[in-house]
């Protein structure tokens, strides 16, 4: 018998990275011009990754969680 996957965000997690990755849709999906540069896009995936550790680093602190260094 297959055992499920477990997933790897929580229903929080996935609504704030669908949140920012529509966000920033036009930019992050957007065509190559001169508006729109590879630099520019990986800022915006940085941004969407950001927001996440953000809200990640957050959500420990609340919880009392520490990250062993």
């Not at 540069?37 to 995936?45: E, N, P, Q, V």
């Not at 990754?49 to 969680?65: E, K, R, W």
């Amino acid at each position: 018998m297959e055992r499920k996957r477990q997933p790897n965000f929580n229903a929080e997690e996935i609504e704030m990275l669908v949140s920012g990755v529509e966000r920033r849709s036009k930019l992050l999906f957007g065509k190559f011009g001169s508006l729109v540069s590879s630099a520019a896009k990986d800022k915006g995936w940085k941004e969407v990754c950001l927001l996440y550790l953000y809200h990640l680093n957050y959500a420990m602190c609340i919880h009392g969680v520490r990250l062993a260094v």
